[in-house]
């Protein structure tokens, strides 16, 4: 009937995709999900040529993250080469990878 998502502490339950259906408001169940990693991205990604840079707190505010799955997400973003950081631990931010800025 409930759904398991995510580990340990930062585990989440959503009731089965089949009693949404059964209620008949099949969308509810997409809703309650959240979004996927590849959404996820986009919004960060997109937040960034908006406004120039992010950080950690504002991913977590804007994509409904834990500190940590902000900070996993930003990583990912930075280790595939679309985003690069500036500055170390809590003066950290993170702006586009145009390819003209250099480390």
């Not at 919004?43 to 834990?66: D, F, I, K, N, P």
């Not at 930003?74 to 145009?98: F, I, M, W």
């Amino acid at each position: 009937m409930a759904q398991a998502h995510g580990t340990a502490r930062g585990r989440t339950y959503t009731l089965a995709a089949g009693l949404y259906r059964a209620d008949g408001d099949k969308a509810a169940y997409t809703r309650q999900m959240g979004f996927s990693g590849l959404q996820q991205e986009q919004m960060v990604l997109s937040y960034v040529q908006q406004h120039g840079s992010v950080r950690r707190a504002e991913v977590a505010e804007l994509c409904r993250l834990t500190s940590l799955q902000a900070k996993n997400l930003l990583k990912r973003l930075r280790e595939s080469g679309q985003l690069l950081q500036r500055g170390e631990r809590r003066t950290a931010y993170y702006v586009p990878n145009d390819g003209t800025t250099s480390l």
